[in-house]
């Protein structure tokens, strides 16, 4: 049976910004609103602009953004109990907000009519129908988001199917079905959305899930399977506790798993960079356990899975990750053997096998390293460098001679000043150089790069992305070895070094060398690279 496309309905903005840790500006909204509209979702619900000036402002700038596909959504409630739709101050502040399509929520569940709303049954009816009708004849397509759906099903059906009833009579485009505790089972949330796609047709009904009990996508791809074809969730799953449906999951299980489709189904190779990209934006460390789009979702770790993963990726992986824009990954770790060594660097870019005598010193080297505390999972470019100097293909592009760093205040009044002091032998000429910041590490940074740019200006493309820093045995106090990470981009790549040591400064410069000496690699090679081209031509 040949099915319908799905609609696909983000939520981030709204729902999931309720997730703790989670808080956009106008811009960052703006910005994810582009994002999505490039990937292809089919309705994007902005915010809730009844709650607050931030929300009526992004209304306000969203128009003026070129959208390609996506129509925004302006979430809000039903009207009050006792006031006409067209005097209720919130519909209209939802009018206001001037978006095609006005998302309202509305109650199922009898005892949130009683206890909360303090109405009766049949108000709560109009208020759902009324408010519906009042939106459409001021040419909005409404989603009708139905709260507590299953909760209030489970307590009383015949009521339940009322309110939605009341939504269709209105005029609503959609009968968003919402378990919005999050706590609905399988079976039970199955059987519910049989029953109403039984009774108003599949084509207009949609699903919204919470994550409460795990199964947020698992609930949600049950719900399409019986027959809804809208499905609501969020970028990550970011949402209030433990969050919404993970569109990152429950997208490639629809297309690649159960041969459903959907407008953004072209671009799920870019699904792994939307979901960084989010994160990135907010701010959030990207979870590497994440189905699909997470860091070690495709990671291959011990000589035996690496090496079966290596001859035939389907061995070990579920589907090939280039589906979802994310890549099989080697570990190189203290479980690793020869084998694995050899694969990693084939895929840094280096021509060995397990004959090169080389690679028993490598082997050896990081072991070492990885026992004093160094970790290469994160910092791929600390061990391309790490390969490429035991393999004498790169003669490091400056050597370090001395650092020193100052911290500094200079009054009550005044603010904290790092100095850092470097000195580099670059091209065999000793540099000295001097820089002021308010940290060490970016005085450190500052201070290399103006000993490095001159004679390599392509420095100056560099930039610190993220820094981290994680105490090895914390059980030893202020003693603690220190391994530092640090992440760096250029116009189109970014890469991960490492630096471990009893000094935090130390293990930072560690690292920071080790960012500019992989930037002087890479343009190394990609000389290298054209050089043969035109000697090829
Ligand atoms: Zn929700």
Known sequence: MKTSPLKIYDTTLRDGTQGEGIALSVTEKLLITERLD???????????????????????????????????????????????????????????AGTPVVTIVGKTWMMHVLEILRTTAEENLAMIEESVRHLVANGREVVYDAEHFFDGYKDNPDYALKTLTAAKRGGA??????????????????????????????????????NDSGLGVAVSLAGVAAGATLVQGTVNGYG???????????????????????????????????????????????????????????????????????KVARSYEHIDPAAVGNRTRVLVSDMAGRSSVVMKARELGF????????????????????????????????????????????????????????IERRGPESSLVAEATVKVKVNGKSMHTVAECVGPISALDKALRLALERAHPSIKDTALSDYKVRILDSRRGTNSRTRVLIETSDHGEMWGTVGVSDNVIEASWEALCDSFEYKLLREEEKKRAAGKKTGDA
Do not use: W
């Open 173 to 210: 485009a959609n009968l968003t079905l919402c378990d919005t505790n999050g706590g609905t089972m399988l079976d039970d949330f199955r059987d519910t959305v049989v029953r109403v796609v039984r009774e108003f047709g599949g084509e207009n009904v949609g699903v919204h899930c919470h």
């Open 38 to 96: 490039q990937f292809g979702v089919d309705y994007i619900e902005g915010g809730f602009p009844g709650s607050n000036l931030r929300d009526i402002n992004f209304f306000a700038e969203v128009e003026k953004l070129k959208l390609r596909h996506a129509r925004i959504a302006a979430f809000g409630s039903t009207r009050r109990a006792g006031v006409a739709a067209d005097q209720d101050a919130q519909l209209k502040v939802l009018l206001d």
């Open 240 to 310: 209030e506790r433990t969050g919404n449906a993970n569109l990152m999951t429950v997208l490639p299980n629809l297309f690649l798993k159960m041969g459903r489709t959907a407008f953004c189904r072209a671009n799920l190779g870019q699904l792994r960079e939307l979901s960084h990209y989010f994160d990135e934006l907010a701010n959030q460390r990207p979870n590497p356990k994440e189905p699909y789009v997470g860091a070690s979702a495709f990671a291959h770790k011990g000589g035996l899975h690496a090496n079966a993963a290596q």
């Open 351 to 406: 021509d060995i096998n397990e004959q090169t005598p080389a690679v028993k010193g490598v082997l050896e080297e990081l072991k070492r390293l990885e026992f004093e505390g160094y970790e290469f999972e994160a910092a791929d470019a600390s061990l391309k460098l790490l390969l490429a100097r035991r393999l004498k293909v790169h003669t490091p592009a400056f050597e370090f001679e001395g650092f020193r760093v100052i």
